[in-house]
């Protein structure tokens, strides 16, 4: 199996978190924006932006709450002429030991949102950068249409014609 080398990475050591939190604000350089963009079947990455909050709920358990801006250049599929476009996006994720057996038989938390998404800890690190990514990713729309963009065809006039002229055979003389 392959192993993923992540384009955009900053590691985060959740032993290492405070217990009052941990503020990142991370910005993907030229290099990262280039190598998301491919990765994503993007024209170009412009702009990536995040600012991301640690707090440990815990000793098993890390919240991540993030939000992200981003500015993206699609192709739009109806003409295939790229556009820009902008991507923002806010999220929250528990990180969990694996052996929080809570989760596992879903235990209700006070700590936790109902629409916070559960990830369990591979190791004691957290790579902020591919979370942003990931999540990016999710946001991109996969049929994006430029803003003035419409879809036209000769068959969709056609049917339409033709549905109308089989209603005006059915008209009482």
Same mark, same amino acid.
């Given at each position: 199996?392959?192993?993923?080398?992540?384009?955009?990475?900053?590691?985060?050591?959740?032993?290492?978190?405070?217990?009052?939190?941990?503020?990142?604000?991370?910005?993907?350089?030229?290099?990262?924006?280039?190598?998301?963009?491919?990765?994503?079947?993007?024209?170009?990455?412009?702009?990536?932006?995040?600012?991301?909050?640690?707090?440990?709920?815990?000793?098993?358990?890390?919240?991540?709450?993030?939000?992200?801006? $981003?500015?993206?250049?699609?192709?739009?599929?109806?003409?295939?002429?790229?556009?820009?476009?902008?991507?923002?996006?806010?999220?929250?994720?528990?990180?969990?030991?694996?052996? !929080?057996?809570?989760?596992?038989?879903?235990?209700?938390?006070?700590?936790?949102?109902?629409?916070? !998404?559960?990830?369990?800890?591979?190791?004691?690190?957290?790579?902020?950068?591919?979370?942003?990514?990931?999540?990016?990713?999710?946001?991109?729309?996969?049929?994006?249409?430029?803003?003035?963009?419409?879809?036209?065809?000769?068959? !969709?006039?056609?049917?339409?014609?033709? $549905?109308?002229?089989?209603?005006?055979?059915?008209?009482?003389?």
């Amino acid at each position: 199996m392959k192993e993923i080398s992540p384009e955009f990475s900053y590691m985060v050591d959740v032993n290492r978190i405070p217990t009052s939190g941990l503020s990142l604000n991370l910005q993907a350089n030229e290099e990262q924006k280039s190598a998301l963009a491919k990765r994503f079947g993007l024209e170009e990455i412009r702009s990536l932006t995040a600012e991301m909050t640690f707090k440990r709920i815990n000793k098993k358990r890390v919240r991540v709450d993030a939000r992200f801006n $981003a500015e993206v250049k699609q192709i739009c599929v109806v003409t295939l002429e790229p556009f820009n476009q902008s991507v923002k996006d806010e999220f929250s994720v528990v990180f969990s030991q694996e052996d !929080d057996v809570s989760l596992r038989l879903n235990e209700i938390d006070m700590d936790m949102n109902e629409d916070d !998404d559960v990830e369990f800890l591979q190791s004691d690190k957290i790579d902020a950068g591919e979370l942003i990514a990931e999540y990016l990713s999710l946001s991109l729309d996969p049929f994006p249409h430029a803003p003035n963009a419409k879809f036209e065809s000769e068959s !969709d006039a056609e049917t339409e014609k033709n $549905a109308f002229s089989v209603l005006e055979k059915l008209k009482f003389k």
